[in-house]
């Protein structure tokens, strides 16, 4: 594909309700990222796939948060019972494979989801 | 754990003048260093990055970036700015060699360029 997709492009729950929100990395990008950017701040890392390897969970905030991925393709983070803390825009990015001694590889950013409790 | 302080975060300058926005990080490591750019509307792309080699990093749209691994620095500079550079501009690490290559962004600093 030509880019990094991500849907909705924006969201508007009430407080208590379950969200989902979907990317869809770059075609054959074997590690996909979420990020979360709250108003006025730098983006923080919530959780990585690589390949059939077990997520890097580090940066989710708390238990409401969960994420999977199907193969090495489309991703779904899902928030239960919404807080009105959770808004914030989510932006997903994919890369591919870092290697063991690198890291360096480029990041490619979706257009993000911005999603609001109310 | 890594962090990344931008220090500026909001910038205003006329079209022509210099730019400098300055990054500093915290690791005890070794790091990869990354500028990411957002334009008015678009998507967070990629401006430049460092990994090794010669600390004075060129990217695109003339921007620059000179890792000073005793400061703990990578600022980023441009020359002459153009209206066009108007954005938000976010400094990033992640460690070496780390199982995955997850971003420490720091905070972003807004660039009003003027007409």
């Known amino acids: 594909g030509a880019g990094v997709s991500q849907s909705p492009s924006n969201k508007v729950t009430e407080k208590g309700k379950d969200v989902e929100l979907r990317c869809d990395p770059i075609?054959?990008?074997?590690?996909l990222y979420w990020y979360r950017q709250r108003l006025g701040q730098g983006l923080e890392f919530l959780i990585y796939?690589?390949?059939?390897?077990?997520?890097?969970k580090s940066g989710l905030p708390s238990d409401r948060f969960s994420a999977e991925r199907t193969g090495e393709s489309v991703s779904t983070l899902t928030i239960q019972r919404t807080q009105q803390e959770d808004s914030a825009v989510y932006l997903c990015?994919?890369?591919?494979?870092?290697?063991?001694?690198?890291?360096?590889?480029?990041?490619?950013f979706g257009p993000g989801t911005r999603l609001l409790v109310l | 754990a890594q962090s990344v302080s931008q220090h500026n975060h909001h910038v205003i300058l006329s079209e022509a003048a210099s730019l400098e926005l300055g990054c500093n990080y915290s690791?005890?490591?070794?790091?990869?260093l990354f500028w990411y750019v957002q334009y008015p509307g678009q998507h967070l792309q990629l401006l430049l990055k460092?990994?090794?080699?010669?600390?004075l990093v060129k990217g695109i749209k003339g921007f620059e970036a000179e890792f000073i691994k005793s400061k703990f620095s990578f600022n980023l500079r441009k020359p002459s700015v153009q209206w066009s550079d108007t954005a938000e501009y976010f400094c990033?690490?992640?460690?070496?060699?780390?199982?995955?290559?997850?971003?420490?962004f720091g905070g972003g600093t807004r660039v009003l360029v003027k007409p």
């Open positions: 990015a994919s890369s591919i494979h870092p290697g063991t001694s690198g890291g360096w590889e480029t990041q490619y």
């Open positions: 075609s054959g990008h074997t590690a």
């Open positions: 796939f690589q390949g059939n390897s077990a997520p890097d």
């Open positions: 690791y005890g490591g070794t790091v990869n």
């Open positions: 460092y990994f090794s080699g010669d600390p």
């Open positions: 990033a690490v992640n460690a070496r060699g780390a199982a995955g290559n997850k971003l420490t």
